[in-house]
Every structure is written in C-alpha cells, then in structure tokens.
C-alpha cells in the first residue's frame, strides 16, 4: 500500500515540476527504497536526467537487484561501469558472458567490445585454465566477431597443461 502512495506522491512532484524535491525526497530516504520505485524512476528519465541515477542509487542500496542494475546498465550500453559493478559486488564468475558481448557488439565500438571480450576471456582462464567460451554459454557468434576483427592470432592461447 505504502509503494502506491509513494508513487501518488512523485506523480504529483513530476506533474507540477517539483524536481528539486522529489531529488530530495529520494536522496534523504522520505521515500523508501523498493524495486518499483526504481522502476517508476527509471520511467522518469526522459523528464528528469537525474532519475536514471537515483533509481541506480536505489537499486544499489537494496543489495537484491543486481540483475536488474545490470540490465539498466546493459540497456544503455553503460559496459564498463556494468563490468566495474559485477566486479564491486563480487559477480564475475557467474553473469553471462553473452549478455555483455551482445550490448557490445551492438555499441559498433570495437575497441569496446576488445575489452569486453578480454575481460571474459580472462575470466574463463581464471575459473576453468582455458580462455575459450564453453558451448553453453551460446558466444560463438561473438568468437566468429571478434576474430573477423582482430584475427585469430588476438585470443588468448591455450595454456598447456
């Protein structure tokens, strides 16, 4: 019921251009921190710049939506702070590596999607002693991208064991 009022509440502060306000009500915890008012925040951007990073800041705070961070992250091709943020929250290992080479491929930033691909190479070496993507994990289209762009000479070698 609480979540409803809340959203009454920023409704009327977007509708009358009280932004200064809602910045303060959200930044001084008037308004409790939830998964839909971050939602509704992030509805709000195109109104209020500011919103996108305040519904970030929420999300952060309530340390059970980092799927959801990275998916905001991802969707405005925000790469490098989605890798730092996976890193800060201890993540690495388990995100999918075709999620961040997807949002790479489509910023037509190849030195982008090199640091991407580099930084998940690196992170199969470290968890299975080989720099190659496994089946499962459906990078292939990715693999074929990265070498029509840097030849197969740039992946990573095989470690001999």
Partial sequence: ?????????INILVHNNCFYQLHQFLQYHVLT????LAC???SLESVYTPAHQLALDMLKRLSTANEEIIEV???KLQLLPALRFIRSVGIVDTVSARKFLEAA????DSMLFYTVFKFFEQRNLRLRANPRFQSGEHCEMYVKHFESLYGTDALCPIPAT
């Avoid at 491929?105 to 037509?108: F, P, S």
Wanted: charged share 15%; net charge negative; proline share 4%.
């Fill in 1 to 9: 019921m609480q979540h409803y009022l809340y959203e009454l509440i």
């Fill in 33 to 36: 921190d939830s998964k839909p």
């Fill in 40 to 42: 509704l925040m992030l």
């Fill in 73 to 75: 992250l991802l969707s």
């Fill in 105 to 108: 491929m489509a910023t037509d």
